[in-house]
T-cell receptor, first 113, second 113 residues
Framework: QKEVEQDPGPLSVPEGAIVSLNCTYS??????FMWYRQYSRKGPELLMY????GNKEDGRFTAQVDKSSKYISLFIRDSQPSDSATYLC?????????????FGTGTLLAVQP | SAVISQKPSRDICQRGTSLTIQCQVD?????MFWYRQQPGQSLTLIAT?????????ESGFVIDKFPISRPNLTFSTLTVSNMSPEDSSIYLC??????????FGSGTRLTVV
């Protein structure tokens, strides 16, 4: 069993739709959760990070963590064609530089105009 | 956040040869990380490179296959040695970049024929 599971998609939605991207994990020691966005032929860029259970909002993006269910989500409101990319969840035991990130496989999202 | 320049951006190599990938950061960093991103698979950490000491390799990766240099606090190289088609992948370097977490280079897309 992988430590982090993520549906690879692809996920295709019309412009303006609400998108829900999800990851599950098995290591209960994870406490620092991140979402990265990766455009084609580019490196991943950090979108959001959270430390604990609950919601965190940043513009059209909301990150949600449910540690009791070992489940994290990223919601995108009013999706735009420019949101078309691969979204990767990542997590680590601690937040410091000495702890490696464990990534999901990524979900490919296409927002149709 | 830090800016990472990685080169080459892509290369096609013959099996049995070696390729050295360079990663230059615009600020001094203690640790640099090398990842591999294979199609349909998670970003996987190859090794952590500290300046002035031997790199730390993850399970499944060995120094003979992936030698790393870290001559100063802004630069690192990863060599993929004695390449086979199974080494075809995207290789990314990464650093911890303040509050923005981990920053990635644009990656090197390697094809081994």
């Amino acid at each position: 069993q992988k430590e982090v599971e993520q549906d690879p998609g692809p996920l295709s939605v019309p412009e303006g739709a609400i998108v829900s991207l999800n990851c599950t994990y098995s290591n209960s020691a994870f406490q620092y959760f991140m979402w990265y966005r990766q455009y084609s032929r580019k490196g991943p860029e950090l979108l959001m990070y959270t430390y604990s259970s609950g919601n965190k909002e940043d513009g059209r993006f909301t990150a949600q963590v449910d540690k009791s269910s070992k489940y994290i989500s990223l919601f995108i409101r009013d999706s735009q064609p420019s949101d078309s990319a691969t979204y990767l969840c990542a997590m680590t035991v601690y937040g410091g530089a000495t702890n490696k990130l464990i990534f999901g496989t990524g979900t490919l999202l296409a927002v149709q105009p | 956040s830090a800016v990472i320049s990685q080169k080459p951006s892509r290369d096609i190599c013959q099996r049995g040869t070696s390729l050295t990938i360079q990663c230059q950061v615009d600020s001094q960093v203690t640790m640099m990380f090398w990842y591999r991103q294979q199609p349909g698979q998670s970003l996987t950490l190859i090794a952590t490179a500290n300046q002035g000491s031997e790199a730390t390799y993850e399970s499944g990766f060995v120094i003979d296959k992936f030698p790393i240099s870290r001559p100063n606090l802004t630069f690192s190289t990863l060599t993929v040695s004695n390449m086979s088609p199974e080494d075809s992948s995207i290789y990314l370097c990464s650093v911890v970049s303040g509050a923005r977490g981990y920053t990635f280079g644009s990656g090197t897309r390697l094809t081994v024929v």
